[in-house]
C-alpha cells in the first residue's frame, strides 16, 4: 500500500507551535487521511493523541508496535506512517 506523509502547518520546524500549542499532523494510507497530535518523541517510544484517543508505540528492535495499555490497538500500516510523519516534524 502507498503511504505518503503531509505536515499540516507550513514551515514548521519543532513538533509544537507558537503558544505551546501542539501541530496537527497528517498520516496519508492513500484513500484515508488520519489526523494526530504528538505529546511524546523520544527514541524508544512515541505517544500521539488521534481523534481523542491517546495511543503510544513502542519500538520493538527495527519496527514499531502498540503499547500493552493502549486503549485501542491501531493497524500495523498505520503506526509506521504515523511514526514516520511525527519523526520527520521533530
Known amino acids: ?15 509544537f507551535a507558537a503558544m505551546n500549542q501542539p501541530v496537527r499532523l497528517e498520516a496519508n494510507t492513500g ?5 494526530f497530535t504528538v505529546d511524546k518523541l523520544t527514541e524508544n517510544e512515541v505517544s500521539i493523541m488521534m481523534y481523542n484517543a491517546s495511543y503510544t508505540f513502542i519500538r520493538t528492535g527495527a519496527s514499531w508496535t502498540n503499547h500493552v495499555l493502549n486503549k485501542f490497538i ?5 503506526i509506521n506512517e504515523v511514526v514516520a ?4 516534524a521533530q
Open 74 to 78: 491501531m493497524a500495523q500500516h498505520l
Open 1 to 15: 500500500m502507498l503511504c505518503r506523509a503531509l505536515i499540516v502547518s507550513k514551515g514548521v520546524n519543532s513538533i
Open 85 to 88: 510523519v511525527a519523526q520527520k
Open 31 to 35: 484513500n484515508r487521511i488520519f489526523y
